[in-house]
């Protein structure tokens, strides 16, 4: 069996800023830039705005000046290329997507392999609301309350047999559906994968929503992969199939550009994209720009999972 | 048409009324345009730029730029197409903004965006093959945009014609930034490129034509009656 390194402490809720602050200092910042041009300069070095909602869940792994990014981000600044590869295209394009019915295959090597229906796939664990950092590879993060299980829960009861080392995932492929595969922008479908171990991971996870409601689509509806300490395209969306296997699975951007992403694509400030540095990051909301942590801040929970590999080389 | 004039040159339409105050919104609004954008979108929560604001008006810029640059390179063929002789006078202002929001474009960058760390502006000038180009697309335009005045025209005479035609190397160097910097979706980059091929293939041509033209020309006159 799987031994997998334990989960760090969570952070106390108390040392998270309380809402109540960040919405005051949302209108203080206003009322400073309607009334005082003079201290502009000032101004725009502070939080553009803060979280419109209540975030429900967990913060897993959060520093305490994150504050989760507002629904109205979280939920128009997406890439999906299956929906267009504006980062606006995916909202627009995929409002009339239908996710139901929705069936996930689970296959490959497993004792019990299965075609589900997406309520029967998620009771293979439980339901949890968990706050999480997300960086995407193109430098700019964003704090999201997602809302799943954990992906270990459904390989659990798969029961994956003793050959089993990766988990491969891969996205619908309708182009009916998602006009973007009409389009030869990446190989379609799209695919991701993960070493057993990774997908093992108690902080991987298999989300159906977001602030406590369902995936918008843009968002992935109604399945989508979670890991938080990989770039946000390991985070594949409107899964249908997840095949357990003995060989590193193929994965999309990997095939489309190898020599700029890898199979790991583990957040590492030290380790550039060839077109740009990953030292650092643009939280949306805010103007000045952050230090992107190693393991986008969850390597007391995840490193041992790479220990004496070169990150390096295993971008 | 009726009077047309030697080797097919057409007279145009007038140039309406109204032409210089289009040209002058076309080249002083937008820029700024971005940038009260961003002002608005940081400091009264306006969402003009989107969710990242900074990110959306550099590449915002970038595309005026290119723009800019297919405006100052459809002058001459559209005056010799459709004869709107008074186009000219247009030209050295789209020349000119293009440069400008060219160079707004790489402030906006250094300035906003990579927030003058100067680790990472001097890793992205000398490693980042993208960004090399897209600068040394800027370099080529500081000495047109300084030559651009009436004096200057004067002064350099041919050389000024010859220096200007440094200009053609813009949209190249501009458009294998673009495409370069693209993750997967080269269809925006791509389109352009196929207007500057025209815009460029229609002055190889018309100079081939030329040349043609000249070489017949002289072989008529040698030739014996």
């Known amino acids: 069996m799987l031994i997998h390194p334990p989960v760090a402490p969570d952070l106390r809720s108390s040392a998270i800023t309380p809402e109540a602050l960040y919405l005051t200092r949302r209108e203080w910042l206003a009322a400073a830039g309607l009334t005082v041009g003079a201290i502009a300069g000032v101004s725009t070095l502070l939080p553009r705005k803060a979280a419109a909602q209540q975030a429900p869940g967990k913060p897993y792994g959060l520093q305490s000046d994150d504050t989760p990014t507002p629904w109205e981000d979280v939920t128009s600044y997406n890439n999906f290329y299956e929906f267009g590869t504006d980062k606006g295209d995916p909202a627009r394009v995929a409002r009339g997507f239908r996710t139901r019915p929705w069936t996930v295959k689970v296959e490959g090597l497993v004792s019990k392999p299965g075609d589900y229906a997406l309520e029967d796939f998620v009771k293979a664990g439980r339901v949890e609301d968990r706050i999480y950092r997300h960086r995407c590879v193109e430098a700019w993060s964003m704090v999201i309350p997602w809302r799943g299980i954990m992906l270990a829960d459904v390989l659990k009861r798969a029961e994956p047999t003793p050959g089993a080392k990766f988990v491969e995932f891969t996205t619908l492929y309708d182009p009916s559906r998602m006009p973007g595969q009409r389009q030869p922008v990446l190989r379609w479908p799209y695919a991701e994968g993960l070493r057993l171990d990774e997908a093992m991971h108690p902080l991987t996870m298999l989300a159906t929503g977001v602030y406590g409601?369902?995936?918008?689509?843009?968002?992935?509806?109604?399945?989508?992969?979670?890991?938080?300490?990989?770039?946000?395209?390991?985070?594949?969306?409107?899964?249908?199939?997840?095949?357990?296997?003995?060989?590193?699975?193929?994965?999309?951007?990997?095939?489309?550009?190898?020599?700029?992403?890898?199979?790991?694509?583990?957040?590492?400030?030290?380790?550039?994209?060839?077109?740009?540095?990953?030292?650092?990051?643009?939280?949306?909301?805010?103007?000045?720009?952050?230090?992107t942590l190693m393991f986008n801040g969850y390597a007391d929970q995840v490193e041992l999972l790479y220990a004496g590999m070169d990150l390096r080389r295993n971008y | 048409m009726s009077d047309a004039g030697p080797r097919g040159r057409v007279q145009g339409i007038q140039r309406p009324r109204w032409w210089p105050w289009l040209v002058w919104a076309a080249v002083l609004i937008p820029g700024p345009a971005v940038l009260a954008a961003l002002v608005a979108d940081f400091l009264l929560g306006t969402r003009w730029l989107g969710s990242n604001p900074v990110k959306e008006g550099e590449l915002l810029l970038g595309q005026l730029t290119i723009k800019y640059l297919v405006a100052t390179l459809a002058v001459t063929p559209v005056r010799r197409l459709l004869g709107w002789n008074w186009l000219q006078r247009d030209r050295r202002t789209f020349g000119l903004a293009a440069f400008f929001t060219a160079l707004a474009h790489f402030l906006w960058y250094s300035l906003l965006d990579v927030q003058l760390d100067g680790g990472q502006l001097a890793e992205d000038l000398t490693k980042r093959t993208y960004i090399i180009v897209g600068f040394a697309a800027l370099v080529?335009?500081?000495?047109?945009?300084?030559?651009?005045?009436?004096?200057?025209?004067?002064?350099?005479?041919?050389?000024?014609?010859?220096?200007?035609?440094?200009?053609?190397?813009?949209?190249?160097?501009?458009?294998?930034?673009?495409?370069?910097?693209?993750?997967?979706?080269?269809?925006?980059?791509?389109?352009?490129?196929?207007?500057?091929?025209?815009?460029?293939?229609?002055?190889?041509?018309?100079?081939?034509?030329?040349?043609?033209?000249?070489?017949?020309?002289?072989?008529?006159?040698?030739?014996?009656?």
């Open chain 1, 213 to 291: 409601r369902d995936l918008p689509n843009q968002n992935g509806a109604p399945l989508r992969l979670v890991v938080p300490w990989k770039y946000g395209f390991k985070g594949i969306k409107s899964i249908v199939r997840i095949r357990i296997t003995d060989r590193q699975p193929t994965t999309a951007w990997n095939d489309s550009a190898p020599n700029e992403y890898g199979f790991y694509c583990n957040v590492n400030p030290t380790v550039d994209h060839p077109r740009w540095s990953q030292a650092k990051e643009r939280r949306i909301g805010e103007f000045l720009r952050r230090p």
């Open chain 2, 140 to 225: 080529v335009m500081v000495p047109l945009a300084l030559t651009s005045t009436r004096a200057a025209i004067a002064r350099l005479r041919r050389r000024w014609v010859t220096l200007h035609r440094l200009v053609y190397a813009v949209p190249v160097l501009g458009i294998m930034h673009w495409w370069m910097s693209v993750k997967a979706d080269v269809g925006p980059p791509a389109l352009y490129s196929a207007v500057f091929a025209l815009l460029l293939g229609w002055r190889w041509w018309q100079a081939r034509r030329a040349t043609v033209d000249g070489r017949l020309a002289r072989r008529r006159e040698i030739r014996p009656h």
